[in-house]
């Protein structure tokens, strides 16, 4: 078994390598690829070090599987290129999930959906992937008519540029501690973020579309409605830049067909492998992105009822946007594959 991952240098990337190292991926070659920059780099992997080569068509030649960790502009560029040399891409960016003729795949969710692959996979929104492995199990069991999610989204969804520029203004607030501090925020600038990070919130993820929602609120509408298969659902979603490093954070309120009880939730909830409920109101213990870090859990807790409509619940749900919200779901969906026989 042949593995490629374009994109190795990323974050996405070389955590793609982590997760294939951790959980004995049974590939025989790692090709790693990425852009001429990083020609030549090397990383380590199972004790051996692999130099990464620059991606071109040529590149997928033997390979079985491509793990996608691209732009979507370049994904759209090579992933048919890695399909037609014999390859199934497994691609992280936006670019293929909204097309009808690719499956838009959680493993946890739609797994039949990989049947219909024609050599490309997508794998979704990090936001998305962390909300749709709480919801289906709810929505089998109890029927969701409406779902409301805010996102707390940490500066790693934006790459190694942004984790650096917030180091760089923690460091500049940290260095000015003794003036005002209302003083400081004009002067720590950056240029992934239009605004200062540090000690801020950007009610802003990815650009501005129709409505006046952000494309990232709209991928999270489409991409629950196609994983779930469920075109007609109501959801409302806005999405938040916290500063915070990793794990991405939701708050979510959902009105069911059924009335569900949320300690019968909490039971239900449990009972999936990916899926680790922290709920001790009294002991004051919930999920914390800092709690979800580096883990392929999917954390939820504060499941309680909404007061205000007659079969409503609220929850809040965090998960490593780089673990499960990316790498390993994309990891996941080739265990899949060789599971179903489709490789």
Not at 286 to 303: E, H, N, Q, T, W
Request: include cysteine; hydrophobic fraction near 40%.
């Amino acid at each position: 078994m042949r593995v490629a991952i374009v994109g190795a240098t990323g974050l996405v990337g070389e955590m793609m390598r982590r997760v294939l190292e951790e959980r004995d991926f049974p590939l025989t070659d790692l090709v790693l690829l990425a852009s001429q920059r990083s020609r030549g780099s090397k990383q380590r992997f199972k004790g051996e070090w692999h130099k990464v080569r620059g991606v071109s068509p040529a590149a997928f030649n033997g390979v079985d599987i491509a793990l996608f960790a691209t732009e979507a502009e370049l994904s759209r560029e090579y992933a048919a290129a890695a399909a037609r040399a014999g390859a199934v891409a497994i691609d992280n960016s936006s670019a293929f999930r909204m097309d009808k003729d690719v499956p838009l795949v959680v493993p946890e969710v739609n797994p039949g959906d990989l049947k219909r692959h024609n050599g490309i996979i997508a794998n979704p929104n990090c936001s998305t992937i962390q909300l749709v492995v709480i919801l289906w199990p709810i929505h089998e069991s109890y029927r969701l008519e409406r779902v409301v999610v805010s996102t707390y989204q940490s500066v790693s969804g934006k790459g190694k540029d942004a984790l650096t520029e917030l180091a760089n203004q923690m460091d500049s607030y940290r260095a000015n501690l003794e003036a005002i501090p209302y003083s400081l925020v004009p002067r720590v600038k950056g240029s992934v973020f239009k605004y200062p990070i540090i000690s801020n919130i950007i009610p802003q993820v990815d650009v501005f579309v129709d409505g006046d929602h952000t494309r990232e609120e709209e991928k999270m509408v489409n991409e629950t409605r196609k994983i779930m298969g469920l075109p007609g659902l109501r959801i409302a979603v806005t999405c938040v830049r916290v500063p915070v490093l990793f794990s991405h954070c939701e708050s979510v309120n959902l009105e069911t067909e059924k009335r569900a009880d949320p300690a019968k939730v909490k039971r239900l909830l449990s009972r999936s492998q990916s899926v680790e409920v922290i709920d001790s109101p009294r002991s004051e213990q919930y999920p914390l992105p800092l709690g979800a870090a580096d883990s392929d859990k999917v954390f939820v807790g504060r499941i309680r009822r909404d007061p205000s409509v007659p079969k409503g619940l609220a929850m809040w749900i965090v998960s490593d946007n780089l673990r499960k919200g990316a790498a390993t779901n994309a990891v996941q969906i080739a265990e899949k594959l060789l599971d179903l026989g489709l490789l």
